[in-house]
């Protein structure tokens, strides 16, 4: 297969949440390779992992983001394309180790001190990961020291926080504050269901986004570091 | 049946197969339009919900205040001394209460568990979609808890408001310590975290009002912000 195709097969494979040659899902690429049997091919072909990565797996879950946006495609086949993604990156974690591949930069995310909701702030880290970005993910109910000393352990990275209670998303305040008081030029993004721009603004965020797309978006826009 | 003199305080304790929860509706609450359904995620909804049942203990309870304990205002109600802030939406809708039912209704912690350990372990659909169903329980248990609402305040000749639960429209969530303090500790086996969250996380709350003059309102969507609400009743065309 020529390399384009390749890498468009790959993406394809991304877009429909093909994880290998034995998934039956989607019935119509049943029996056809898969992200990890492509993504190995690919590598093996010769193609530059960084090639692989960007003109195909983080295109693909782009375009899955674009999709759920529009609400083309719901939750579960996000998550499907993000387990496609992951058999992909399987292959790629060792350019990684070597330096051979660099992430686009490092998101720190958690659930704000308080709250315990988990399912959104993963769904949203996944989707950030298939945009070629390394995710430390916090957990729940994280106090604003915490996010702090991940700052100190990841230098140079980007906050992203979650709320689902407007009791609980008052926390990301304390949070910004605290970090920003250390760290002013940080860069810290806020979601979840009851956070709104306006929130954002008042609470001296630099972002806001109401999806894991627009996420990935201002990462991308506003955080690259080179 | 009852005095509705005196505070009138049940907890219930149904089987899961007094709900109903099945594919079809499972998939609406994923956002799948009727047939639109990828055959991979009605296959992995097929495997999780004969699993679910084991992992939930479904409680639920009302309180019904005695008469005379509860007033209405424009933006306010009281029970028992303790003044809500609703705000004029909802307030509206328990105007013509001549009492009210505090309700709480869960599920257990344990399909939240799975569901977070399907996540953990590489599953994140199987885990979605199980705690998309544990949502789906808790909101047919409070279902199941009005009906039998319903049958105690019969007799009085009383009909019941939609629920309302802190939360939402312009009812702070924080009021939910008001509401607990109206019931007996750990209600249901809900506690409530200072930050307002309920455990177990797949629990719900609020207030029913009762009385003969009280309505279910049909419209009552069309006064919320959730515009994709998959429950969204559409207002009727106007005439
Ligand atoms: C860093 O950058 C980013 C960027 C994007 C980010 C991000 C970070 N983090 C998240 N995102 C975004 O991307 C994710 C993926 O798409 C999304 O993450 P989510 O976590 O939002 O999405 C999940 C994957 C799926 N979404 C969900 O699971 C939540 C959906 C809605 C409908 C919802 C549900 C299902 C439930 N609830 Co309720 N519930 C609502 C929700 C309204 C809504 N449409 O969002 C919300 C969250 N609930 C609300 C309320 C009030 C409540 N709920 C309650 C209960 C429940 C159920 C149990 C019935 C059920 C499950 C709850 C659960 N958390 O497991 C109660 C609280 C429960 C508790 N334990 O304390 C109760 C307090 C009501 C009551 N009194 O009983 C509202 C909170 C608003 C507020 N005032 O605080 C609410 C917004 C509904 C509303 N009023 O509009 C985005 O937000």
Redesign the interface.
Known sequence: MATDNLLESLKRCIER?KVNCKS????DMKGQDGADELTRKALDTGIPPQDVLSNALVLGMQHVGERFRN?EI????V??S??AM?AAMEHLKPFFKSDALKHRGTIVMGTV???????GK??VS?VIEGAGWEVVDLGTDVSPEKFLTAVDQHPGCVIGLSAL????MI?METTIRHVKGKHPGIKIIVGGAPVTQEFANKIGADGYSPDPQGAVEFLNTRCLQN | MGDPLARETEVFYPAFSELTINRLLLEKVLGYRAGGTPEVISRLIDEILPEVPSRTSVQCGFSILPIGAVSVSRETFTCDGVQFTTGPIIAKQLRASTTLALFVATIGSQVEQWARDLIDSGDAVKGYIADAAASEAVEQAADWLEKKVTERVRDRGWKLTNRYSPGYCDWSVAEQHKLFSLLPERFCGVELTPSSLMLPIKSVSGVIGLGPEVKRDPTVCSICDMKDCFRRQEEPAAT
């Open positions: 949440g039956p899902h989607p019935p609400k719901f939750v579960p086949d998550l499907m993000a387990k992951s001190l308080g709250d315990l909701h988990d399912i993963k769904i996944m209670l407007t009791t609980t926390n």
